[in-house]
């Protein structure tokens, strides 16, 4: 994990606890009764916080529900990724980046599991999933085409972004058949390691 990429304290815990309280609360009441069950002022007040807190920190119910926090990566996070460009690092340090980025999020078993909850009952919420993850990625890939250096027409980003996102996903899931307390960095880094055997060139056969 990235050196001092460890979860918030202070006034940015306080911040981080509100929003992750306003994500578990929304996604509860989607599970009990749907996204069209409660207002945005019953869930503010369930969370003990008012309607104009609750705009502070999502745009709509349906935000809050799937934890929408992409409003950028923080700045010490980005300059370390940008400072790292080396041969052969590109996909361990896009590795690096986005757990420490998620451990900041404070997202954890919980988060998963009342996300799948809430999706069971409100499936068309996956359309805003899908968005916000298109916008992280945009991000993600600008990131890397300034770190690398590449034009615009380079596949590199592109690439390496969506396949480290397929290695994080893929973690994610696993964490639900974990079960609370996985580690999200060691199941990440096993999943990379068995993504690059995928890749490895085929031994060459000497017997013939």
Same mark, same amino acid.
């Given at each position: 994990?990235?050196?001092?990429?460890?979860?918030?304290?202070?006034? /940015?815990?306080?911040?981080?606890?509100?929003?992750?309280?306003?994500?578990?609360?929304?996604?509860?009441?989607?599970?009990?009764?749907?996204?069209?069950?409660?207002?945005?002022?019953?869930? /503010?007040?369930?969370?003990?916080?008012?309607?104009?807190?609750?705009?502070?920190?999502?745009?709509?119910?349906?935000?809050?529900?799937?934890?929408? %926090? &992409?409003?950028?990566?923080? $700045?010490? =996070?980005?300059?370390?990724?940008?400072?790292?460009?080396?041969?052969?690092?590109?996909?361990?340090?896009?590795? &690096?980046?986005? %757990?420490?980025?998620?451990?900041? =999020?404070?997202?954890?078993?919980?988060?998963?599991?009342? %996300?799948?909850?809430?999706?069971?009952?409100?499936?068309?919420?996956?359309?805003?999933?899908?968005? $916000?993850?298109?916008?992280?990625?945009?991000?993600?890939?600008?990131?890397?085409?300034?770190?690398?250096?590449?034009?615009?027409?380079?596949?590199?980003?592109?690439?390496?972004?969506?396949?480290?996102?397929?290695?994080?996903?893929?973690?994610?899931?696993?964490?639900?058949?974990?079960?609370?307390?996985?580690?999200?960095?060691?199941?990440?880094?096993?999943?990379?390691?068995?993504?690059? /055997?995928?890749?490895?060139?085929?031994?060459?056969?000497?017997?013939?």
């Amino acid at each position: 994990m990235i050196d001092g990429a460890k979860k918030p304290v202070g006034r /940015a815990a306080k911040k981080s606890r509100t929003r992750h309280e306003l994500s578990r609360v929304a996604r509860e009441l989607v599970a009990r009764h749907g996204m069209a069950g409660f207002t945005v002022d019953e869930l /503010a007040a369930e969370v003990g916080v008012s309607r104009r807190t609750f705009f502070n920190y999502f745009p709509t119910k349906e935000h809050a529900v799937i934890g929408r %926090v &992409e409003d950028g990566f923080d $700045d010490d =996070l980005v300059e370390w990724f940008l400072a790292g460009a080396a041969p052969g690092r590109l996909v361990d340090d896009l590795v &690096e980046f986005s %757990v420490s980025h998620l451990v900041r =999020l404070d997202i954890g078993f919980d988060d998963i599991e009342t %996300v799948r909850r809430a999706l069971d009952r409100e499936p068309q919420l996956l359309n805003l999933i899908v968005r $916000d993850g298109e916008e992280h990625d945009r991000r993600l890939i600008d990131l890397v085409r300034t770190r690398e250096g590449l034009p615009e027409e380079d596949p590199v980003p592109r690439l390496a972004v969506r396949l480290v996102g397929v290695v994080m996903r893929t973690a994610s899931e696993e964490i639900l058949r974990h079960g609370p307390g996985t580690d999200l960095g060691a199941l990440v880094h096993t999943h990379l390691a068995a993504a690059r /055997a995928l890749f490895a060139p085929a031994p060459t056969d000497h017997t013939a």
